[in-house]
């Protein structure tokens, strides 16, 4: 067996504690050590510039001269405007062709759907002009780079499945529905939460829409004793 066989290049954002996918990843690569023994290596990531066209300079040339080809693949993780991670993964496509990409896409319809969908999404104000660079950067090569090396893609629940199946590039890539539960110790979360710590929790973190896996939540609360878990 090849001796990268098992090595996985994992693609997500530098630990913070604002981040929820940061956290998650990080609990993530613990837990696939832990209890499948396959070690997920952080992408290194230099301290980037402060536009946008800086930072995705400054990447590829940190992806270029990276041992890419000493993993099997490459695991990035991608939530709405994860720029970073998607300019690496972009490097890695165009640097070290061959070497297999796998997405977790946390944010499906902010991603995945071509610019004249997911653009009509409302934006903060100050913001706009998001939309005219999301257009002219991420819809754009997440079709023709990133894409092109992508074997397989994760999504959180069915419905980001559905989303994808309905409107995304690359539909025909295989697309599984794993639904992302992080343990966390009771006694670790914050006292205002008040929580009680003799019995499990269920916490939800994050913007409430469907595609978020709302539904798996629903369904283990009913399958829990009515007074047995902390909700």
Known sequence: ??????????????????????????QFRQALQEFAGIPLTPFPFPPLPGTPGQCRRALHRQVRDFPVRDFALVHGELGFLSLPEFY????VARYHPGVPLLLTLHDPPC??????????????????WQRWFLERTVGDRLRT???SATRGIV????????????????????????????????????A?????????????LGNLSPEKGLDTLLAAFRQAPPDGINS
């Open 1 to 26: 067996m090849a001796e990268n066989a098992y090595r996985v290049l994992h693609v997500a954002p530098v630990p913070n504690p604002g981040n929820g996918i940061a956290n998650y990843s990080q």
């Open 88 to 91: 690496v993964l972009e490097a």
């Open 111 to 128: 991603l995945v759907f071509h610019p004249s969908q997911f653009l009509g999404l409302p934006l903060p104000r100050g913001q706009r």
């Open 145 to 147: 780079h990133v894409l």
């Open 155 to 190: 999504v959180l629940s069915q419905e980001g499945k559905v989303r994808w199946s309905q409107g995304g590039p690359g539909r025909k890539i295989p697309v599984s529905v794993i639904p992302q539960i992080s343990p966390w110790p009771l006694a670790d979360l914050p």
């Open 192 to 204: 205002t939460l008040a929580v009680a710590t003799d019995r499990p929790a269920f916490l939800f």
